[in-house]
Protein backbone atom coordinates (compact mmCIF):
# COMPACT_ATOMS: atom_id res chain seq x y z
CA UNK A 1 0.00 0.00 0.00
CA UNK A 2 1.32 3.24 -1.10
CA UNK A 3 1.95 6.11 2.03
CA UNK A 4 0.07 9.27 0.68
CA UNK A 5 1.86 12.51 2.30
CA UNK A 6 -0.78 15.77 2.69
CA UNK A 7 1.52 19.00 1.78
CA UNK A 8 1.28 21.46 4.86
CA UNK A 9 -0.97 24.18 3.07
CA UNK A 10 -3.43 21.24 1.70
CA UNK A 11 -3.45 19.85 5.48
CA UNK A 12 -4.09 23.26 6.19
CA UNK A 13 -6.75 24.10 3.75
CA UNK A 14 -8.59 20.74 4.87
CA UNK A 15 -8.39 21.88 8.73
CA UNK A 16 -9.65 25.33 7.43
CA UNK A 17 -12.79 23.01 5.78
CA UNK A 18 -13.31 21.42 8.68
CA UNK A 19 -13.66 24.49 11.00
CA UNK A 20 -16.23 26.35 8.56
CA UNK A 21 -18.44 22.84 8.65
CA UNK A 22 -18.18 23.06 12.31
CA UNK A 23 -19.07 26.30 12.68
CA UNK A 24 -21.94 26.29 9.35
CA UNK A 25 -23.39 23.39 12.03
CA UNK A 26 -23.58 25.06 15.04
CA UNK A 27 -25.16 28.18 13.69
CA UNK A 28 -27.84 26.06 11.91
CA UNK A 29 -28.05 24.77 15.28
CA UNK A 30 -28.54 27.61 16.71
CA UNK A 31 -31.00 28.92 14.09
CA UNK A 32 -33.18 25.86 13.81
CA UNK A 33 -33.28 26.29 17.89
CA UNK A 34 -34.91 29.46 17.65
CA UNK A 35 -36.99 28.56 14.80
CA UNK A 36 -38.37 25.61 17.03
CA UNK A 37 -39.25 28.14 20.04
CA UNK A 38 -41.16 30.48 17.16
CA UNK A 39 -42.62 27.55 16.22
CA UNK A 40 -43.74 26.29 19.17
CA UNK A 41 -45.43 29.83 20.50
CA UNK A 42 -47.65 29.38 17.72
CA UNK A 43 -48.41 26.03 18.00
CA UNK A 44 -49.70 26.95 21.27
CA UNK A 45 -51.48 29.80 20.35
CA UNK A 46 -49.00 32.25 22.31
CA UNK A 47 -47.51 34.18 19.41
CA UNK A 48 -49.60 35.41 16.13
CA UNK A 49 -48.67 33.52 12.97
CA UNK A 50 -47.01 36.11 10.80
CA UNK A 51 -45.34 34.95 7.31
CA UNK A 52 -42.53 33.43 8.38
CA UNK A 53 -43.79 31.13 10.92
CA UNK A 54 -46.26 29.90 8.26
CA UNK A 55 -43.33 29.08 6.13
CA UNK A 56 -41.64 27.48 9.33
CA UNK A 57 -44.75 25.38 9.34
CA UNK A 58 -45.08 24.32 5.78
CA UNK A 59 -41.51 22.96 6.40
CA UNK A 60 -42.47 20.69 9.26
CA UNK A 61 -45.33 19.33 6.85
CA UNK A 62 -42.98 17.91 4.64
CA UNK A 63 -42.31 14.08 4.49
CA UNK A 64 -39.26 13.08 6.19
CA UNK A 65 -39.07 10.32 3.71
CA UNK A 66 -37.69 13.40 1.44
CA UNK A 67 -34.96 13.55 3.50
CA UNK A 68 -34.62 17.05 4.27
CA UNK A 69 -32.42 17.78 6.98
CA UNK A 70 -33.64 20.98 8.02
CA UNK A 71 -36.86 19.62 8.12
CA UNK A 72 -36.03 16.64 9.85
CA UNK A 73 -34.05 19.09 12.46
CA UNK A 74 -37.12 21.24 13.27
CA UNK A 75 -39.20 18.29 13.86
CA UNK A 76 -37.18 16.60 16.19
CA UNK A 77 -36.24 20.26 18.12
CA UNK A 78 -40.18 20.84 17.93
CA UNK A 79 -41.08 17.84 19.55
CA UNK A 80 -37.85 18.31 22.32
CA UNK A 81 -39.29 21.99 23.04
CA UNK A 82 -42.84 21.42 23.12
CA UNK A 83 -44.40 17.89 22.51
CA UNK A 84 -47.78 18.86 23.51
CA UNK A 85 -47.77 21.95 21.14
CA UNK A 86 -46.91 19.83 18.58
CA UNK A 87 -49.21 16.69 19.03
CA UNK A 88 -52.08 18.98 19.44
CA UNK A 89 -51.27 21.17 16.17
CA UNK A 90 -51.16 17.69 14.57
CA UNK A 91 -54.77 16.74 15.75
CA UNK A 92 -55.95 20.07 15.03
CA UNK A 93 -55.05 19.49 11.23
CA UNK A 94 -56.06 16.42 10.58
CA UNK A 95 -59.90 17.70 11.90
CA UNK A 96 -60.19 21.70 11.27
CA UNK A 97 -57.57 24.76 11.32
CA UNK A 98 -54.29 23.40 12.89
CA UNK A 99 -54.49 27.09 15.25
CA UNK A 100 -55.55 27.50 18.66
CA UNK A 101 -59.03 29.14 19.09
CA UNK A 102 -58.46 32.97 18.99
CA UNK A 103 -54.75 32.50 17.71
CA UNK A 104 -55.50 34.31 14.73
CA UNK A 105 -57.09 37.15 15.71
CA UNK A 106 -57.42 39.19 19.11
CA UNK A 107 -59.73 37.41 22.01
CA UNK A 108 -61.24 40.19 21.66
CA UNK A 109 -61.10 42.10 18.41
CA UNK A 110 -60.87 45.37 17.55
CA UNK A 111 -64.39 46.31 16.21
CA UNK A 112 -64.11 47.78 12.54
CA UNK A 113 -66.80 50.56 12.95
CA UNK A 114 -64.52 51.91 15.79
CA UNK A 115 -62.69 53.33 12.49
CA UNK A 116 -65.81 54.68 10.92
CA UNK A 117 -66.82 58.20 11.88
CA UNK A 118 -69.51 58.10 14.88
CA UNK A 119 -72.59 60.47 15.22
CA UNK A 120 -74.30 61.96 17.92
CA UNK A 121 -78.15 60.58 18.75
CA UNK A 122 -80.42 61.90 21.20
CA UNK A 123 -82.86 59.61 23.11
CA UNK A 124 -85.64 60.68 25.60
CA UNK A 125 -85.67 57.94 28.49
CA UNK A 126 -89.18 56.06 29.14
CA UNK A 127 -89.92 53.71 31.76
CA UNK A 128 -88.40 50.13 30.20
CA UNK A 129 -86.51 52.02 27.21
CA UNK A 130 -82.72 50.63 28.60
CA UNK A 131 -81.53 47.84 30.21
CA UNK A 132 -78.10 46.06 30.96
CA UNK A 133 -76.13 42.07 29.61
CA UNK A 134 -73.04 42.91 32.70
CA UNK A 135 -71.34 46.22 31.83
CA UNK A 136 -73.22 46.76 28.14
CA UNK A 137 -76.02 49.53 28.73
CA UNK A 138 -79.06 48.51 25.82
CA UNK A 139 -80.95 51.00 24.33
CA UNK A 140 -83.89 49.81 22.52
CA UNK A 141 -85.86 52.97 21.16
CA UNK A 142 -88.51 54.16 18.54
CA UNK A 143 -87.38 56.13 16.00
CA UNK A 144 -87.80 59.79 15.99
CA UNK A 145 -89.45 61.58 12.37
CA UNK A 146 -87.59 64.75 12.63
CA UNK A 147 -84.20 66.00 14.53
CA UNK A 148 -83.75 65.38 18.04
CA UNK A 149 -85.05 68.96 19.40
CA UNK A 150 -87.91 68.95 17.80
CA UNK A 151 -90.52 67.11 19.47
CA UNK A 152 -88.64 64.30 21.01
CA UNK A 153 -91.19 62.13 22.17
CA UNK A 154 -90.68 59.64 25.04
CA UNK A 155 -88.88 56.04 24.12
CA UNK A 156 -87.80 57.97 20.83
CA UNK A 157 -84.53 58.42 19.56
CA UNK A 158 -83.18 60.93 16.32
CA UNK A 159 -80.23 62.36 14.80
CA UNK A 160 -79.36 65.77 15.63
CA UNK A 161 -80.07 66.85 12.22
CA UNK A 162 -82.83 64.64 11.16
CA UNK A 163 -85.05 61.48 11.83
CA UNK A 164 -83.76 58.07 12.20
CA UNK A 165 -83.39 56.42 8.78
CA UNK A 166 -86.28 53.44 7.86
CA UNK A 167 -82.79 51.22 7.26
CA UNK A 168 -81.40 52.21 10.72
CA UNK A 169 -81.23 49.99 13.64
CA UNK A 170 -83.29 50.74 16.72
CA UNK A 171 -80.86 49.48 19.37
CA UNK A 172 -78.01 51.05 21.20
CA UNK A 173 -75.34 49.22 22.92
CA UNK A 174 -73.25 50.80 25.21
CA UNK A 175 -69.86 49.72 27.02
CA UNK A 176 -69.49 51.54 30.12
CA UNK A 177 -66.82 50.75 32.92
CA UNK A 178 -68.72 49.24 35.35
CA UNK A 179 -71.51 46.64 35.71
CA UNK A 180 -72.79 49.27 38.69
CA UNK A 181 -72.25 52.29 36.11
CA UNK A 182 -74.51 50.24 33.62
CA UNK A 183 -77.25 49.77 35.39
CA UNK A 184 -77.49 53.39 37.21
CA UNK A 185 -77.16 54.84 33.52
CA UNK A 186 -80.18 52.56 32.75
CA UNK A 187 -82.05 53.76 36.01
CA UNK A 188 -81.73 57.17 34.56
CA UNK A 189 -83.05 56.64 31.16
CA UNK A 190 -85.78 54.66 32.57
CA UNK A 191 -86.59 57.30 34.73
CA UNK A 192 -87.01 59.71 31.68
CA UNK A 193 -83.66 61.47 31.43
CA UNK A 194 -82.97 62.24 27.59
CA UNK A 195 -79.34 60.97 26.99
CA UNK A 196 -77.02 61.56 24.24
CA UNK A 197 -74.99 58.89 22.70
CA UNK A 198 -71.85 59.14 19.90
CA UNK A 199 -72.59 55.92 17.51
CA UNK A 200 -71.44 54.14 14.86
CA UNK A 201 -73.64 51.71 12.78
CA UNK A 202 -72.40 47.93 12.94
CA UNK A 203 -75.21 46.75 10.55
CA UNK A 204 -77.74 45.41 13.04
CA UNK A 205 -76.99 47.96 16.31
CA UNK A 206 -75.46 51.39 16.81
CA UNK A 207 -72.19 50.63 18.92
CA UNK A 208 -71.29 53.64 21.00
CA UNK A 209 -68.23 55.34 21.01
CA UNK A 210 -69.09 58.08 23.61
CA UNK A 211 -72.04 58.98 25.79
CA UNK A 212 -73.61 61.90 28.25
CA UNK A 213 -76.49 62.82 30.08
CA UNK A 214 -78.66 65.38 28.70
CA UNK A 215 -78.40 67.53 25.74
CA UNK A 216 -74.56 67.89 24.96
CA UNK A 217 -73.59 68.92 21.60
CA UNK A 218 -69.92 67.94 22.06
CA UNK A 219 -68.43 64.61 22.41
CA UNK A 220 -67.20 64.25 26.07
Not at 17 to 22: E, G, I, N, R
Not at 37 to 56: E, F, H, I, P
Not at 145 to 161: H, K, V
Request: glycine fraction near 8%; charged fraction near 20%; aromatic fraction near 6%.
Amino acid sequence: MRNFRISGPLLLAVLMLHVAVFASLAQAQTNITQVAAKTCAVMSGQRKADGQALQYLLLLDEDAGEGNPVAIALQREIIKQCPKAFLDYQQRKRVRNPFPAGSLVKQNPTQLVNSAPDFAIRCRGTHGMASTDGKNLIVEFRKGDRPADEMLQPGQCSWLDRGVGSNEPTRITDGRPSVEEARNTAAYINAGDTWTFWVVNAGTVFRATASAKGRPNQKP
